[in-house]
């Protein structure tokens, strides 16, 4: 069933154990192993208790909530009749601790241009944008599309919605117009919020076409908001639908009080990918994923009142909305956001920004890392780094190589390295070392954070011994957990909460060693891990057999020296011939039906496909072919054997 292909190898071989520095543990949020393990028993053995003095001491409460926890399994409520606000939490709560003239976000643009926001300043424009939300005739309940830059109106935006009680719907800027409007039709989302354009690596790319594209099949979308950030000339407007960001902002109140909401009133939903074509629309809501986001931030990060921390991801993405936005500010961090490419103008900028900005805490993804090593190291040499005293990294497995790498190049062989494990799903990290505590080994995010409940089974749902492989589940429930998917129950149910009862199934599979730390050893389905971005094959399948020279696709995941998975396409074809031109094609349609990150690397033109004798794919052998591998295991389903042999031809 697993997928991890080659990294199993790797990972069962790893045994460097790399403990913390003793000068990092003194000043450290956790500081000994009995301290965690204490608390880790507490949030186990009285949920309720350690949850409720966790709610109480960390959100602000307008109402007070009656019940710690309600429910069951897929149907929860956590804070139960409390009303708090996230926008609240993450500004007005940290002006009223002090924090008003501290830096909320240190800002730097691809072209160099800067902007520094306090908690103070951040509420204001927050407020403003609030205003305009609600002039427009946006109330809580409705949901936005956020298609926008890493520029600060980004995190406003999402502020913004949730003060009013608004559900956002942020959209990652690289997807394509057909993406937007799935997720805008789906979600019913009444407002999209973009720019004219935004800078990648040197250019200016147009957004607001991309999402006029879109709203001709949007019929539920009745007003645009559009910033302007690159001035590029000609955007379009139409006349009564958009609005310009400074026209319609700008000149609002500054002051606009939070709305109380419901604990579980609906914060976001973000899209992502299953094993299903159709991305799902994870809910996520108020009380219990703001906390779980500031409580495993301070946790994982060790937070301290003048750390600088940057997390290089998108808002676009999960790790976006929970540690550039959610966590951080709720805890009063200073975050340096950073909004184009890593290697613009050249291939040290984010070095250059580290050594700039005496950034402390770094949290990357391990793609970034590989790239980073191929670069070359005279691009980190450059720089002074010394300022940096925790690395984190997230979206997959990280390669003991580059583990060593960050480590050794980046971290001087001083920073702790935290491996966090989650989705978009948890809301929040559910696994990691703690960084003053956890002895670290390259390749393992360790041990469950507290209140994780993690739990391996089989397929029977029986818990597998230590050091054998299986799936993951999380038996208990935390408080950021997802609430649902956006429209539909049924999946939702499906998905998550069928196959082994009463647990909820991450999709993962993972092994525990002797020591209780998790690998994580790949997916259970046919999702795929493409630079750190969920992808599910089957969404690639649909967008190469809507090209009118596609019969049939299988897409499947082969093990890539950057992208940790990279994307393999076979196709059979009609009334066109196997060539290059056509392979190019196919690969911009892909581009055009999902967006630049879904593009297949390689499209191979098959004569048939293989397939079990009852009419099944065999993605396995696939995966063997696209990977260069002699095919492996059982092959006695095959309907056709002569199909095998034409497969690597790569003609049709
Ligand atoms: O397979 C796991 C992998 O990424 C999936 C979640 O993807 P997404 O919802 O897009 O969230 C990414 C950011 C949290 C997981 O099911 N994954 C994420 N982090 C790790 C990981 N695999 C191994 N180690 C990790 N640290």
């Avoid at 009223?96 to 160099?112: C, F, H, T, Y």
């Amino acid at each position: 069933m697993s997928d991890a292909s080659g990294q199993i190898d790797h990972v069962l071989t790893e045994d460097r154990s790399f403990p913390p520095p003793a000068e990092f543990t003194e000043r450290a949020v956790f500081s000994s192993q009995s301290q965690y393990e204490e608390v880790y028993a507490r949030a186990r053995d009285d949920r309720d208790g350690f949850w409720a003095e966790e709610a109480k001491q960390h959100l602000h409460w307008f109402e007070p909530f009656t019940k710690v926890f309600d429910g069951q399994t897929s149907k929860v409520r956590w804070f139960v009749d409390g009303k708090t606000n996230a926008s609240y939490n993450c500004l007005d709560a940290q002006i009223d601790a002090g924090r008003g003239d501290k830096n909320a976000i240190v800002w730097e643009g691809e072209p160099g241009d800067t902007r520094t926001l306090t908690y103070r300043e951040l509420r204001s424009e927050v407020c403003k944008c609030a205003a305009a939300l609600t002039e427009i005739g946006i109330t809580a309940g409705d949901v936005v599309s956020i298609y926008m830059p890493m520029t600060p109106e980004l995190p406003i935006a999402m502020l913004a919605c949730a003060r009013i009680g608004a559900i956002h719907s942020v959209v990652f800027a690289g997807f394509s117009s057909e993406s937007i409007a799935d997720r805008n039709n789906d979600a019913g989302a009444k407002l999209v919020i973009t720019a004219d354009g935004l800078y990648r690596r040197g250019k200016v790319l147009p957004l607001k076409e991309t999402v006029d594209e879109a709203l001709e099949k949007s019929p539920t979308v009745k007003n645009c908001l559009v910033l302007r950030r690159t001035g590029n000339d000609n955007v379009p407007m139409t006349e009564g639908r958009d609005l310009w960001w400074h026209d319609t902002v700008d000149h609002q109140s500054d002051d606009f009080p939070a709305v109380p909401l419901d604990s579980e009133a609906p914060l976001f939903i973000l899209y992502t990918s299953g094993s299903t074509g159709k991305p799902k629309g994870i809910l996520h809501t108020t009380a219990g994923y703001n906390l779980w986001a500031k409580r495993t931030f301070q946790w994982v990060f060790d937070h301290r009142e003048d750390d600088v921390y940057w997390c290089t991801a998108d808002c676009g993405w999960i790790t976006g909305h929970s540690y550039v936005v959610y966590g951080p500010m709720a805890a009063g961090a200073t975050c340096l956001m950073y909004e184009g490419a890593p290697n613009h103008p050249a291939e040290d900028r984010f070095w250059d920004l580290v050594e700039k900005y005496k950034v402390t805490i770094l949290y990357t993804a391990p793609t970034a890392v590989r790239a980073f090593i191929k670069w070359g190291d005279e691009h980190v040499d450059k720089h002074d780094l010394s300022s940096l005293r925790l690395l984190g990294s997230v979206g997959e497995g990280i390669n003991p190589e580059a583990w060593m790498w960050y480590h050794k190049k980046i971290g001087g062989e001083r920073c702790p390295i935290v491996d966090t494990w989650w989705q978009t799903e948890t809301g929040g990290i559910m696994m990691s070392p703690l960084p003053g505590i956890t002895a670290t080994k390259p390749g393992s995010c360790t041990r469950p954070l507290p209140g994780v409940i993690p739990s391996i089974v089989d397929e029977t749902g029986k818990d597998v011994d230590p050091n054998h492989g299986g799936m993951l589940c999380i038996a208990e429930p935390w408080p950021g957990m997802l609430r649902g998917i956006w429209g539909d129950e049924q999946r939702f149910v499906e998905q998550y909460w069928s196959m082994i009862p009463g647990k909820y199934l991450t999709g993962d599979n993972a092994r525990m060693d002797s020591d209780g730390y998790y690998w994580i050893m790949g997916r259970i389905d046919d999702v795929i891990n493409v630079s750190g971005h969920r992808l599910s094959t089957i969404e690639v399948e649909s967008a190469l057999v809507s090209h009118e020279a596609v019969c049939e696709a299988a897409v499947v995941g082969r093990e890539d020296a950057l992208k940790g998975q990279a994307i393999a396409a076979f196709v059979t074809i009609r009334g066109r011939e196997p060539n290059e031109e056509l392979r190019k094609e196919l690969k911009m349609h892909v581009r055009k039906q999902i967006g630049a990150l879904a593009q297949p690397d390689d499209i191979r033109f098959a004569a048939t496909l293989p397939k079990t004798r009852s009419g099944k794919i065999m993605r396995r052998l696939l995966r063997d072919v696209a990977s260069g591998r002699e095919v492996a295991g059982d092959t006695s389903t095959l309907e056709d054997l002569s199909v095998l042999a034409k497969l690597n031809d790569d003609e049709a």
